[in-house]
């Protein structure tokens, strides 16, 4: 028989393993920030983050601009009593050094304490928001809330697959863009050759999203094309040189084409617009590309198209 001893330190071993595979830090689909989270917090079902299963707990993960932490910082630093009866904390993260602020509010007539959480990010900042109710305070404290903030880390990408696993529609070509990132989760995707930090509109990028509106009815459908095609992102003196009705997978679409100026470095650009007429909805395939690199990017955008699927 093996010793007492050796028998308690190999259970010990084993409960060390698994205690630190239970603290390993989990990422809601989607999101670049990732936590620990509290005993009874699951996945949520309608937002990124995590919930309980009466969806009373609720902890949101986002994205903000990367300069926002900055500026939470520095009014941090120029008043660190805070305001209107809220000081904020700082509190050191595996992320780096996080503020975060606690109150107590009303959701409708429930009585709940929110805690909001800023950090830093390579390029962005992440932000967390936890609303805990009444009845569920002697769980979720402040101080639990606190170790679960104080777990939370940042990872630079999302992994393709799961962005693409989002979406509600299959992608099967990429067309050998170099960065794939969601805008918002579920809800739209971005394909480009450059970043963020240089600019989109220097070099091919498409936006691939899903609408909640559509023509309402066949004969509207040019008018609608042309009308959602003004609102395209960051295009200045946009001229429409072609629009015209298209079939997409077998249904009814709009094509609808413009020479504009995108970005900071006023870039002529040529845009490419579909549209693929659903029930209530409408998917929406934007193409731009530097002019003088149409031909080639125009082909790029319509393999992308084309390998666009619904979900069975």
């Given at each position: 028989?093996?010793?007492?001893?050796?028998?308690?330190?190999?259970?010990?071993?084993?409960?060390?393993?698994?205690?630190?595979?239970?603290?390993?830090?989990v990422?809601?689909?989607?999101?670049?920030?990732?936590?620990?989270?509290?005993?009874?917090?699951?996945?949520?079902?309608?937002?990124?983050?995590?919930?309980?299963?009466?969806?009373?707990?609720?902890?949101?993960?986002?994205?903000?601009?990367?300069?926002?932490?900055?500026?939470?910082?520095s009014?941090?630093?120029?008043?660190?009593?805070?305001?209107?009866?809220?000081?904020?904390?700082?509190?050191?993260?595996?992320?780096?050094?996080?503020?975060?602020?606690?109150?107590?509010?009303?959701?409708?007539?429930?009585?709940?304490?929110?805690?909001?959480?800023?950090?830093?990010?390579?390029?962005?900042?992440?932000?967390?928001?936890?609303?805990?109710?009444?009845?569920?305070a002697?769980i979720?404290?402040?101080?639990?809330?606190?170790?679960?903030?104080?777990?939370?880390?940042?990872?630079?990408?999302?992994?393709v697959?799961?962005?693409?696993?989002?979406?509600?529609?299959?992608?099967?070509?990429?067309?050998?863009?170099k960065?794939?990132?969601?805008?918002?989760?579920?809800?739209?995707?971005?394909?480009?050759?450059?970043?963020?930090?240089?600019g989109?509109?220097?070099?091919p990028?498409?936006?691939?999203?899903?609408?909640?509106?559509?023509?309402?009815?066949?004969?509207?459908?040019?008018?609608?094309?042309?009308?959602i095609?003004?609102?395209?992102?960051?295009?200045?003196?946009?001229?429409?040189?072609?629009?015209?009705?298209?079939?997409?997978?077998?249904?009814?679409?709009?094509?609808?084409?413009?020479?504009?100026?995108?970005?900071?470095?006023?870039?002529?650009?040529?845009?490419?617009?579909w549209?693929?007429?659903?029930?209530?909805?409408?998917?929406?395939?934007?193409?731009s590309?530097?002019?003088?690199?149409?031909?080639?990017?125009?082909?790029?955008?319509?393999?992308?198209?084309?390998?666009?699927?619904?979900?069975?």
């Open positions: 028989m093996k010793p007492v001893r050796y028998l308690i330190a190999v259970a010990l071993g084993i409960a060390s393993t698994c205690a630190a595979f239970a603290a390993d830090p990422f809601a689909p989607g999101a670049k920030v990732g936590m620990t989270p509290l005993v009874g917090l699951v996945k949520a079902r309608s937002f990124v983050g995590f919930e309980t299963e009466d969806q009373g707990v609720k902890v949101l993960v986002t994205e903000l601009p990367a300069e926002a932490y900055g500026e939470v910082a009014a941090f630093k120029a008043n660190p009593g805070g305001s209107g009866g809220i000081k904020p904390e700082s509190i050191e993260t595996p992320a780096g050094l996080a503020y975060y602020t606690v109150e107590s509010a009303k959701d409708g007539t429930t009585n709940v304490r929110r805690y909001s959480m800023i950090l830093p990010g390579p390029s962005f900042s992440g932000y967390v928001a936890v609303q805990v109710p009444e009845n569920a002697k979720y404290t402040d101080d639990a809330v606190r170790q679960m903030f104080a777990s939370a880390v940042i990872r630079n990408e999302v992994p697959d799961e962005q693409l696993g989002l979406m509600p529609f299959k992608m099967t070509e990429l067309s050998a863009f960065n794939v990132r969601t805008l918002a989760p579920g809800a739209a995707l971005v394909l480009a050759d450059g970043d963020e930090k240089t989109f509109e220097v070099q990028f498409m936006i691939i999203g899903m609408i909640g509106s559509t023509a309402a009815s066949p004969d509207d459908r040019g008018r609608f094309a042309q009308q095609a003004t609102t395209i992102p960051g295009v200045r003196d946009g001229k429409i040189t072609m629009s015209e009705p298209v079939r997409i997978d077998g249904q009814p679409g709009y094509e609808t084409r413009i020479d504009a100026i995108s970005g900071k470095d006023n870039t002529p650009v040529t845009i490419v617009q549209l693929r007429f659903g029930s209530g909805t409408s998917l929406r395939i934007i193409g590309s530097p002019r003088d690199e149409w031909p080639k990017a125009f082909t790029r955008f319509r393999a992308v198209r084309d390998g666009i699927q619904p979900r069975g």
